[in-house]
């Protein structure tokens, strides 16, 4: 059962709840959210639990875990062409390979040498 209402914080931060269909000696678990003051916990007052590992030590735990012969399974350019591998999109190609194609375009340096000494 989740029962929902406005309150006024009492003084002495005391929350009064008032609700027929609350049963009688039962447990409840209350959250209490004050508007305005969501935003107030500054990171320097968190506390984190020094029994957690912080989660790269877990993600290198993992990593670990996985044989050599697996990795070498992993394709070299995976990160630059990941939606090729997953969705079997067209790899990115070169940008030479676009500039070699319109006229006036060279795919290196050797031919725009090539063609400056035949201009000359």
């Known amino acids: 059962m989740t029962i929902r209402q406005r309150v006024t914080v009492l003084p002495g931060g005391t929350i009064e709840i008032h609700d027929p269909q609350l049963p009688d000696g039962a447990e409840a678990e209350v959250l209490v959210t004050v508007e305005g003051q969501e935003e107030k916990l500054s990171l320097g007052e968190f506390e984190p639990d020094p029994s957690v590992p912080p989660f790269w030590e877990r993600i290198q735990q993992l990593g ?3 044989p050599d012969e ?10 630059k062409n990941l939606d090729h591998y997953l969705y079997g999109a067209q790899e990115d190609q070169p940008l030479v390979s676009f500039l070699g194609r319109g006229k006036g375009c060279f795919a290196d340096a050797a031919e725009v040498d090539s063609f ?3 201009e000359r």
């Open 64 to 66: 670990a875990s996985i």
């Open 116 to 118: 400056l000494r035949a």
């Open 70 to 79: 697996e990795w070498e399974k992993v394709p070299r350019d995976l990160a």
